[in-house]
């Protein structure tokens, strides 16, 4: 079940922050949706009989403030764009919060980076799939007469 229609992460410097988000969402091979003077959307809206998608928008607000306990989690389709993510937002002002790697604490196969955005939002992309061959099965194989 997808959970989330659409959500809103809000910033007290628009034109600071939109850089960033322009960034990961290419990364992770998302696309704006619209921006206005306050706004900037991305994803794609959900429609009638068609309505499997999420957006975000990002919205100026002199009430932003960042939380630490409070993340958003984008869906990554493989390890590389996890990856590609994390360094897009590295380039664009984020911060790291959490390298690219397995959380084996969550499942075997939680792949996932963290950022904090311009302004301290923390982001997270996720990808829950294996794509690459378990690294213990090929060392035991060479490891073999
Ligand atoms: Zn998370």
Request: with cysteine; aromatic share 12%; glycine share 6%.
């Amino acid at each position: 079940m997808q959970l989330l229609d659409h959500v809103s992460i809000t910033v007290t410097d628009l034109a600071r922050a939109t850089p960033f988000y322009e960034a990961i969402m290419s990364a992770l091979g998302v696309s704006k949706a619209y921006e206005m003077d306050d706004a900037v959307g991305f994803g794609q809206r959900n429609r009638p009989d068609d309505d499997a998608h999420t957006y975000f928008s990002l919205f100026q607000s002199s009430a932003a403030a960042p939380d630490p306990r409070r993340h958003w989690c984008f869906r990554a389709r493989s390890t590389a764009e996890v990856r590609a993510f994390f360094d897009a937002g590295l380039r664009a002002g984020g911060v790291a919060d959490g390298e690219p790697g397995l959380r084996p604490d969550y499942h075997r196969a939680y792949f996932a980076a963290f950022l904090k955005d311009p302004e301290g939002n923390r982001v997270e992309a996720v990808f829950h799939q294996s794509d690459q061959p378990p690294p213990a099965a090929d060392a035991k194989q060479s490891a073999r007469p």
